[in-house]
T-cell receptor, first 110, second 117 residues
Framework: RKEVEQDPGPFNVPEGATVAFNCTYSNSASQSFFWYRQDCRKEPKLLMSVYSSGNEDGRFTAQLNRASQYISLLIRDSKLSDSATYLCVVNRNQGGKLIFGQGTELSVKP | GAGVSQSPRYKVAKRGQDVALRCDPISGHVSLFWYQQALGQGPEFLTYFQNEAQLDKSGLPSDRFFAERPEGSVSTLKIQRTQQEDSAVYLC???????????????FGEGSRLTVL
């Protein structure tokens, strides 16, 4: 079993839809949590950090449930430009090594 | 350039050949990471340097894989006697601080796509 698990998708949604991605992690010692975005054949880039209190950045909302070891990302009012793979990432505070999930592919259609 | 630079962008090797992949991190970045990304998968950690010291090489899949960063800036990932299962994108990332655990921000290069025939 992988340390960080995601539904690989693809999620195909119309413009304007709300879409939610889920992620679970197995190591309870994990300290920090993030979502990265990766466009097709490009490098991953940090989208946002995830805090226990939940945090929002425009149309994007991230949530963390430490008790359930569960992380989520909600995208409201989807845009065509949101089409990408979303990677769930955790850090165990061991030299800054980030552990990536498989990624969830999102395709937003007109 | 301002970002992480990797070369070559594409490499085709015959099985059994040795390959060397280069990473030029952002100037002044202390930490450097190598990740391997297979098709349809997330990046898998290979190794981590803090300046010239290789602090973690737990992700290197076999002793055919070797990485170095002799002067604390440019790094090279070497794969000896390549196998077909080595085909993947090799991503290099750097970060300013010794540990980016808190901020999580790694700056990735575009990767070196290795195809082993």
């Amino acid at each position: 079993r992988k340390e960080v698990e995601q539904d690989p998708g693809p999620f195909n949604v119309p413009e304007g839809a709300t879409v939610a991605f889920n992620c679970t992690y197995s190591n309870s010692a994990s300290q920090s949590f993030f979502w990265y975005r990766q466009d097709c054949r490009k490098e991953p880039k940090l989208l946002m950090s995830v805090y226990s209190s939940g945090n929002e950045d425009g149309r994007f909302t991230a949530q963390l449930n430490r008790a359930s070891q569960y992380i989520s990302l909600l995208i409201r009012d989807s845009k065509l430009s949101d089409s990408a793979t979303y990677l769930c990432v955790v850090n165990r505070n061991q030299g800054g090594k980030l552990i990536f999930g498989q990624g969830t592919e999102l395709s937003v259609k007109p | 350039g301002a970002g992480v630079s990797q070369s070559p962008r594409y490499k085709v090797a015959k099985r059994g050949q040795d390959v060397a992949l280069r990473c030029d991190p952002i100037s002044g970045h202390v930490s450097l990471f190598w990740y391997q990304q297979a098709l349809g998968q997330g990046p898998e950690f290979l190794t981590y340097f803090q300046n010239e010291a290789q602090l973690d090489k737990s992700g290197l899949p076999s002793d055919r894989f070797f990485a170095e960063r002799p002067e604390g800036s440019v790094s090279t990932l070497k794969i000896q006697r390549t196998q077909q299962e080595d085909s993947a994108v090799y991503l290099c990332a750097s970060s300013l601080l010794p540990s980016q655990g808190a901020t999580g921000e790694l700056f990735f290069g575009e990767g070196s796509r290795l195809t082993v025939l």
